[in-house]
């Protein structure tokens, strides 16, 4: 089908939100290269619906449809899916394609799609070579973790997310190459750094914001090249050590106050405005080695791309796509996967080519509205074609989609170039990370037509009140271990709260080496509340705020504008790159 091409910008209303949003002209010029029609939903509200097609960490124990094994998967009971274990899923007992049906002309695609998706049984979770890794998900290469989800290659790491080749740490998220660190927020390279975010090549430090190759540092914002400061002062090593006694670590008392006194420096110490490394006519925050890459959060290695999120290991063309990368070339609207060229509308593609509206196919190439495929072409909803079939009934399945188009209850309107409408989504809206980043009331989701799924009353016995947890760690005995123990946030209407958490041995011994005090929140609090510490992932057009007389500026202030996560009411100091770099350096 062929996409009109625009020599400017166009102005559309999105169905989902009603506000106003733009249609650049080098937008158009993507969706004529990958014969998909411009988008009718903006793209906060299309970030939104894909995120509701992940849901990281929210479990639920049945058991396997086919060797009736206990298993713990991501589908509630009550959910209209067969779920087989991940060995039965991988085996060959079933076969994919015996769920094959013809196209009917007479049911919008994305009805009959839904029904394809009920009939194939589904693996109960998303992992590929996980050795004692039972609680996480979305991940591969895990040795020995635990609730710990998405990301690769991490041994001993626990309660985390989207962490890469890291070990022996607890509590990271957004982080890579940690090692023996705990609280890592956005960190890289670091060894032995605790409660810390947006760091990078730390040793031996804690409570460090923005700092970059750091040793014996505390409290420390912006700073690099640096050893035994304290909330940036400079002390002799003596000194530090001594200083560092007296902080009491250990203490739960003195950690707030620690992060008290960090974020506090925090407000008088310029910020760049934003991270963005190695990169050219790029925007966003938290990118590195990146080309024309517009509108982008967390991603690596990526060119010519806009609206994208985690996104690693080298994508070019991409637009509108999360948690993917891994060599992948023209991709629009994939929720999660790996690597690709021309797919678009997806969950879980793995290495196909030439796909659309598929989940959970990989290693396949010219197949539409699949799902669980391996090693297939050209396949329509599980059925096989020759080629020239397939291309002869393609076009006209793409005029069906207009013709008839799937109409939700709420009025949205799904024509081809539209992701999947959210029923189709396996989840509750708060069991998907779209609760994460567009955070909604029970009331808020049902109106606006998504699942809910209130969990089960869990009337945890709590062995220890919150109250009752030890101030410091080391009056804390090894009987802890396994007991239960009521969640800070507990029956604070906070809706992740799973209300008691357990310290498991190895946690355990980890506080008790590195001196830290017990966490007084359940892994989902946590989880949460690191979450909620980074920016926005909008961006706000703003000046440097910077007036220092020694910069030279050509004005008596400098006049250079930039795209930021810092909305313009923050108390933060925001700087040009220029500016921060004289500054900080
Ligand atoms: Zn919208
Ligand atoms: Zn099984
Ligand atoms: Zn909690
Ligand atoms: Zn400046
Ligand atoms: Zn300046």
């Not at 992740?496 to 017990?518: G, S, V």
């Amino acid at each position: 089908m062929e996409t009109k091409t625009h020599s400017t910008s166009l102005v559309q209303v999105c169905q989902n939100c009603k506000k106003k949003f733009i249609i650049e002209a080098e937008d158009f010029s993507f969706y004529g290269k990958i014969k998909i029609p411009p988008p009718t939903f903006c793209p906060d509200c299309r970030f939104q619906r894909r995120l509701l097609f992940r849901n990281n960490r929210v479990f639920y124990k049945r058991e396997c449809a086919l060797c009736k094994k206990p298993i713990i998967g991501l589908y509630n009971k009550d959910r209209p899916y067969i779920v087989y274990c991940y060995d039965c899923w991988f085996s060959d007992k079933w076969d994919v394609m015996n769920y094959g049906r013809d196209y009917d002309f007479s049911v919008p695609f994305f009805t009959q799609f839904q029904a394809l998706q009920k009939a194939v049984p589904r693996a109960n979770l998303y992992r590929d070579n996980f050795v004692l890794s039972d609680y996480c998900n979305y991940g591969l290469d895990f040795k020995e973790c635990y609730l710990l989800f998405g990301g690769k290659g991490n041994e001993r790491v626990s309660f985390g997310n989207q962490v890469v080749d890291s070990r022996d740490s607890l509590d990271i998220a957004f982080s890579e190459k940690i090692e023996f660190s705990y609280e890592n927020f956005e960190c890289m390279r670091t060894n032995k750094l605790f409660f810390s975010r947006y760091s990078q090549d730390c040793i031996d430090s804690s409570y460090l914001i923005d700092c970059r190759n750091c040793l014996n540092c505390f409290g420390c914002v912006g700073l690099v090249n640096k050893q035994y400061y304290i909330f940036n002062e400079q002390y002799s090593k003596e000194e530090y050590q001594n200083v560092l006694k007296e902080i009491n670590q250990g203490s739960f008392k003195s950690h707030i106050e620690n992060l008290k006194k960090v974020n506090e420096l925090k407000l008088k110490i310029p910020h760049r405005y934003a991270r963005i490394y190695k990169s050219v006519n790029s925007d966003g925050d938290d990118l590195s080695e990146t080309r024309n890459t517009h509108m982008s959060f967390s991603s690596r290695q990526t060119e010519d791309a806009k609206y994208l999120f985690y996104i690693r290991s080298h994508a070019k063309d991409c637009y509108d796509t999360s948690f993917q990368g891994w060599n992948s070339e023209l991709v629009y609207e994939i929720a999660h996967g790996f690597g690709g060229s021309n797919i678009a509308f997806g969950m879980r593609n793995i290495f196909n080519q030439d796909a659309r509206y598929s989940e959970e196919c990989r290693d396949s190439s010219n197949i539409f509205g699949c799902e669980g495929l391996r090693k297939k072409s050209y396949c329509i909803l599980n059925k096989q074609y020759t080629k020239e079939q397939y291309e002869e009934l393609l076009p006209k399945i793409i005029k069906h989609m207009n013709d008839m188009p799937y109409i939700d209850q709420n009025g949205r309107i799904y024509k081809y170039g539209e992701f999947f409408p959210s029923e189709l989504s396996p989840f509750a809206y708060n069991e998907t990370i779209a609760q994460e980043y567009f955070p909604l009331t029970k009331e808020e989701a049902l109106e606006q037509g998504y699942k809910w799924e209130d969990g089960e009353n869990r009337n945890y016995k709590v062995d220890i009140e919150n109250k009752d947890i030890p101030d410091h760690i080391k009056d804390v005995e090894e009987d802890i271990v396994n007991k239960v123990i009521a969640c800070e946030h507990s029956g604070k209407c906070k809706d992740q709260c799973t209300e008691a958490f357990k310290i498991i041995p190895e946690e355990f011994k980890f506080y008790k080496r590195m001196t830290l005090p017990l966490p007084r929140l359940c892994p989902n609090c946590r989880h949460y509340q690191r979450i909620n510490s980074r920016n926005p992932m909008k961006l706000w057009d703003r000046a440097c705020m910077c007036d220092k007389e020694r910069h030279f500026h050509e004005k008596d202030k400098c006049v250079v504008e930039f795209k930021t996560t810092y909305a313009p009411d923050r108390p933060e100091i925001v700087y040009c790159e220029k500016c921060y770099q004289q500054e900080i350096y």
